[in-house]
């Protein structure tokens, strides 16, 4: 460890005591001090003067950093590996793959004997200090242990407290004066001085970080700037790092994304840095060399913290502090204070915080941003939770529906199949019933007004001292109000240039476009939507000149919306506004908009590539230009569903209108524009209401039409209306059946009649040649018309879900003709259809149902071919074990459902589909064990076992699952026992799902050995199985929810 005598200012008595109690003979020392304090203390500082001066006193040591995310057996390991090191004996081959119960026996038998001294640095928990206590050996009269942390321990505590006025100066000034400009010129910035330390607030971190920056400051107006930033209310983290170059930023963020525990080789960072293009080329200097000057600096300024050097006084190797690399971890844009603040009103006991916090502030001050961190950071701790989107049109009603739905949907419960046609009191009692007893989560966003939060809060049951709800809104309330301020100068900068900045070109380039940027940063006036936006656009421009053309048109008084608007290319401007024209609540599925885009023709064709490939180029690059917002990614990542701000809507809503773009059918306050082509229906049915006072000349020019949200009272459609239409999207539809005039519509590309109740489909359809997409998915249709050869063209046809049983019959001899299809979902298998299939060789998605023995040849005949193929899903009858044909060799397979009873060979075909992402297996029947048949498939993240297995064991090897996040094991009836979790298997287990598995009474061995669980759901399960359960409540990184036992 590297110490300076200047940086124990005000604690020499304290590693005095410390030296002391070390030393002191049996019962006069306790085995265990801590040192306790807030973050920048000085924690580490002393701990490192104690554990230099005595470790000469001890046979062996050892200095172990512990992270929340540490398990108990990466402690073990490291206590061990530095035992070893200080006697200076090489650690076994295996060590690295030992499991937790090896390394305690090695670290019992080393000390024996032996006289140790440990150091647990920053500790989060006392959870792991009692653990090592009992590893060390009985009689250890001879054992020392250093705890340094946080949280405070009254027993053996040693407290750090804040320096006093007197020794911060001297640490400052200790730090600040450098030889060439001796105590002349700090006698000159005396006062500014003074008012720096008082800013410090005794911290010994700040004072020396601050310090060491102030002694590259060589005139009293920088000192003078310094403190004026410190006055406005900047940390002094980003005071600091923005006062480095642009390089310098990149090899300090570089190193902080190093684990915590990791001391760094300065050789290897060297190098590292030179590849990422950090380090410029100097003349006569090797890149080596120049590298090494970075590192110099950053330690000069204690950014980075040496933790060994060489004999000849070397840096060998480096860190950071735990509170320097949080700070950058994390791209919240100055508010990391704010939602720790927040953060902390969720876990605090009832009586000190009021149940309802609002974030205010103007549009785009980044309040959703804040709610959005604390919400995924805090819902773990709750029952259940919701987040509800509240716009100035919503009703009572709307917002209570879509608070159940948020409920339900977070404790895994199916909502009531009439949710949709609930009135406002019915519903309410519902919410009060869910919510007994159990404590709630909720965000209401954008609120237009306090009332609509006045009534949730009387709907809640009372005694709801379980409740938290945080409210985001532009509107102020004073009463428990976090009220966001404007970024100041140094957080925007360091936000637009985390956004701007791009590999390609690097810190090089940022440099020479730096006062530009300065200046954009001061026009975007602190608002982090707008430093977002603009950055992302920006990072697409590629010269200095780009940046200055940006630059005059904010002097020009353009709006930042504006802007960014005007930069995208046309077909991404129509993607944009058609986006923009779904309500403001709606979470958009990315599918579903992918191909309204391509049916509008805002897509252009590319070589090589399908249509719903460009279209996803452009769905990423409006995600990039923070045009769009992500609400929901897969698994893998990829993104689900997605929406628009408000602040964005509204610009794109006014552009609509302006270009006849789209119209707003119920917020439209004048007359229908005549050259519109587009219009949206929403918030009212088709009853007349909204449309009585247009005539139909008004629909005669449109190409799209779309009622989302249709209710039960809307009048028959009159078709005669709309015979340019493109696009008909009718969700929710109420009618039995569509009107013959629907064949009429020969231009029709997409028509959606999902979750309405129409029974069946007219003969006329079959003229609708050009037609890309057919959704009807939970509908009553079960027979598709006839004579539908003509539709050559079509991509998409959406029949029934994939988990569902129902299924559409398709005469055979059609199902050919479909060349260009995509996405087949929900057609009823049929041994013409199974060898139809063959011919379709770029379908993407494939769900059949009713599928029996004699399909499978043909249809993996067909499948095989389909050399594109993503998903696939199969549900009918397998249990044919004469099938003895080559099952088909699927690589591009991601996603594989299949339902039904299931052969064993089946099963050992799917362990062979190694490129298998995603895998769903229900009432399967299976007797052998699925988990160890499938536990060597390399690229599995979610497993679903649902009455698939009616064995009594679950086991798998040591390395078994070793990308799965998510697992869930239900029905399974005979299962009585998981056998122990091995080392190395399921490392990143994030979600563990159990239901209705009444045997099962004990949870597996060594779940808590898992670091990355954090969420475990359990359904109906027996109350011995709920004993395990409740012992695992003490891990605070789990979220546990339970609902039903099984007495």
């Not at 490291?78 to 090896?102: C, Q, R």
């Not at 910035?189 to 410090?200: C, M, T």
């Not at 298997?985 to 979600?991: F, I, N, Q, R, Y």
Request: glycine share 6%; proline share 3%; with cysteine.
């Amino acid at each position: 460890m590297n110490l300076e005598s200047a940086d124990m200012v005000g604690r020499e008595e304290v590693v005095k005591l410390l030296e002391g109690r070390l030393l002191a003979k049996g019962e006069e020392r306790p085995d265990i001090i801590t040192i306790s304090g807030e973050a920048g203390i000085g924690k580490i500082t002393v701990a490192e003067a104690v554990y230099e001066k005595g470790q000469k006193d001890f046979d062996c040591h050892a200095w172990v950093f512990v992270s929340k995310n540490d398990s108990t057996r990466r402690v073990m390991l490291n206590i061990l590996k530095g035992i070893l090191k200080s006697i200076s004996v090489m650690a076994p081959y295996n060590i690295d793959t030992m499991g937790e119960k090896p390394l305690k026996k090695l670290i019992n038998i080393w000390l024996i004997g032996k006289k140790f001294l440990l150091i647990l640095d920053d500790i989060p928990s006392w959870e792991i200090v009692e653990v090592v206590n009992n590893v060390i050996p009985r009689g250890r009269e001879k054992t020392r242990i250093l705890v340094t942390s946080r949280v405070s321990n009254e027993l053996n505590e040693c407290k750090l407290r804040k320096l006093n006025s007197v020794d911060s100066y001297h640490l400052l000034h200790k730090h600040a004066c450098t030889s060439e400009r001796g105590n002349e010129f700090f006698s000159s910035v005396d006062s500014v001085a003074k008012e720096i330390v008082r800013l410090s607030c005794g911290l010994p971190l700040t004072i020396v970080t601050v310090g060491r920056m102030l002694s590259t400051k060589h005139t009293a107006e920088d000192w003078i700037k310094v403190h004026q930033m410190f006055l406005r209310g900047t940390s002094f983290m980003s005071l600091c790092y923005a006062d480095l170059r642009p390089e310098l930023q990149s090899c300090f963020l570089y190193a902080a994304s190093f684990p915590i525990h990791f001391e760094i080789s300065c050789k290897k960072m060297k190098h590292l840095w030179i590849a990422e293009d950090f380090v410029q080329h100097e003349d006569n200097r090797t890149l080596e060399e120049s590298a090494q000057d970075q590192p110099d600096e950053l330690i000069h300024r204690n950014m980075i913290q040496v933790v060994k050097r060489n004999i000849d006084g070397r840096v060998k190797t480096c860190r950071i502090l735990r509170r320097m690399r949080k700070s950058y971890s994390a791209d919240m844009g100055g508010r990391e204070e704010v939602v720790k603040l927040l953060e902390g009103w969720l876990l605090a006991k009832e009586e000190e915080c009021p149940d309802i916090i609002t974030i205010s502030g103007e549009a785009g001050i980044g309040k959703t941003t804040v709610a959005e961190a604390v919400y995924d950071q805090g819902k773990k701790d709750f029952d259940c939770h919701a987040w509800v989107f509240v716009s100035k049109n919503d009703s009572t009603r709307r917002v209570m529906q879509n608070i159940l739905k948020g409920i339900l949907k977070s404790i895994s419960v199916m909502a009531p199949y009439n949710i949709d046609t609930m009135g406002e009191k019915p519903l309410k009692k519902l919410i009060n019933i869910w919510l007994i007893g159990k404590k709630f989560l909720l965000i209401l966003d954008d609120i237009p007004s306090w009332e609509i939060v006045e009534v949730v809060n009387n709907v809640i049951p009372r005694g709801r001292e379980k409740t938290r709800i945080l409210v985001t809104s532009r509107v102020s309330n004073e009463l428990n109000e976090c009220k966001l301020r404007k970024l100041n100068p140094v957080d925007s900068y360091h936000l637009l240039h985390k956004h701007a900045r791009t590999s390609e070109r690097g810190d090089e380039f940022f440099s020479s476009v730096d006062s530009v940027a300065k200046e954009i940063v001061r026009l975007s006036c602190g608002l982090p939507l707008t430093i977002v936006t603009v950055g992302r656009m920006l990072s697409t421009k590629h010269t200095a000149e780009d940046w200055i053309k940006v630059h005059q048109m904010f002097l020009r008084g353009a709006s930042f919306m504006s802007l960014c608007y005007a930069d995208l290319s046309p077909e991404l401007q129509s993607c944009f506004l058609y986006a923009a024209s779904f309500p403001i609540h709606f979470e958009i599925s990315c599918k579903k908009m992918k191909r309204l885009w391509i049916a509008e023709d805002f897509v252009q064709h590319e070589a090589n590539r399908t249509l719903e490939e460009s279209a996803q180029d452009q769905l990423d690059e409006l995600i990039h230009r923070n045009m769009i917002q992500v609400v929901k990614r897969n698994i893998d990542g990829r993104v689900k569903t997605c929406r628009i701000l408000r602040r964005m809507r509204k610009f794109a809503l006014r552009r609509s209108e302006g270009d006849h773009f789209t119209v707003i059918l119920p917020n439209l306050k004048r007359a229908f524009p005549e050259r519109c082509h587009r219009a949206f229906l929403y918030g009212a049915s088709y009853d007349g209401t909204s449309t009585s006072k247009f005539s139909r000349k008004d629909f005669s020019g449109l190409y799209s039409f779309l009622a989302l949200e249709l209710n039960q009272h809307q009048a028959p459609l009159n078709l005669n209306d709309f015979r340019l239409l493109c696009v008909l999207e009718l969700q929710g539809f109420c009618h039995e059946s569509l009107p013959d005039a629907i064949g009429d519509l020969s231009l029709l590309r997409y028509l959606g009649l999902r979750s309405g109740k129409i029974k069946k489909l007219p003969v006329s359809l079959k003229k609708l040649k050009r037609l890309q997409t057919l959704d009807i998915r939970d509908t009553f249709i079960r027979d598709l018309p006839d004579d539908l050869e003509g539709w050559q063209k079509l991509r998409h046809l959406l029949l029934e879900g994939s988990f569902t049983d129902k299924v559409v019959n398709l005469r055979d001899g059609i199902i050919e003709a479909f060349v260009d299809l995509q996405t087949l979902a929900g057609l009823k298998m049929t041994e013409a259809i199974a060898k139809g299939l063959i011919n379709l060789r770029g379908i993407r998605k494939l769900s059949i149902g009713a599928v029996q023995g004699l399909h499978l040849l043909p249809l993996f005949k067909a499948v095989e071919r389909m050399e594109f193929l993503r998903s696939f899903t199969m549900k009918g009858s397998f249990e044919d074990e004469s099938y003895k044909f080559p099952f088909p060799q699927l690589y591009s397979l991601e996603k594989l459902c299949i339902g039904g009873p299931m052969m064993n060979n089946l099963l050992d075909w799917v362990g062979k589909l190694h490129y298998v992402k995603s895998l769903y297996l229900w009432d399967s029947k299976l007797t052998k064990d699925p988990l160890r048949s499938l536990q060597h498939l390399s690229n599995l993240m979610v497993l679903s076992i649902c009455n698939s297995y009616d064995g009594k064991n679950i086991e798998f090897g040591h390395e078994g699952f070793p990308k799965l996040k998510k697992l869930s094991i239900l029905h399974c009836q005979n299962l009585k026992s998981w056998e122990e979790i091995p080392h190395g298997a399921m490392t990143k287990l994030e979600s563990l799902n159990f239901g209705y598995c009444p045997s099962l009474v004990e949870l597996p061995k060594g779940l808590e050995k898992l670091n990355s669980l954090c969420s475990i759901e359990v359904s109906n399960m027996s109350s011995q199985f709920m004993q395990y359960v409740h012992e695992l409540q003490s891990i605070s990184r789990l979220s546990i929810s339970i609902r039903g036992t099984v007495q």
